[in-house]
């Protein structure tokens, strides 16, 4: 590497310039801060989009509402079908947090549901 431009700007720090040249495209500014960006072909990219994925579904089936701190979802576990977990605060039952821990896989049975309330 050429150091030989370093002294065109003695006003600059050495480490401020040791970033400049070891920049690799990485970076973005972005809501007033710098991040580092993880490219869509490193395979890093795989394991968070999965958990990303799994979130935005979370997400899109939240139920609350206005009037008070009331919400329900629900989500199923990727690796089994038909078997997941609800959150419920005050959908219910009133000033009632539960856990349900639900099971659906075999039709034949009765569903299995296991409830915690806090």
């Excluded at 009037?67 to 009133?94: A, I, N, Q």
Aim: one cysteine or more; a neutral charge; glycine letters at 4%.
């Amino acid at each position: 590497m050429d150091m030989s431009n370093i002294n065109k700007a003695p006003y600059l720090p050495f480490e401020l310039i040791d970033l400049i040249l070891s920049y690799d495209g990485r970076i973005r500014f972005r809501n007033g801060r710098f991040s580092n960006v993880i490219i869509s072909n490193d395979p890093r990219y795989e394991v968070i989009e999965s958990v990303i994925c799994k979130k935005m579904t979370i997400l899109r089936t939240i139920s609350t509402t206005i009037y008070g701190p009331e919400f329900y979802f629900e989500f199923s576990f990727d690796s089994l079908p038909r078997v997941g977990l609800c959150y419920d605060y005050h959908w219910s039952y009133s000033n009632k947090f539960e856990i349900c821990y639900y099971d659906f896989r075999n039709p034949s049975a009765h569903m299995q549901r296991y409830r915690t309330y806090v």
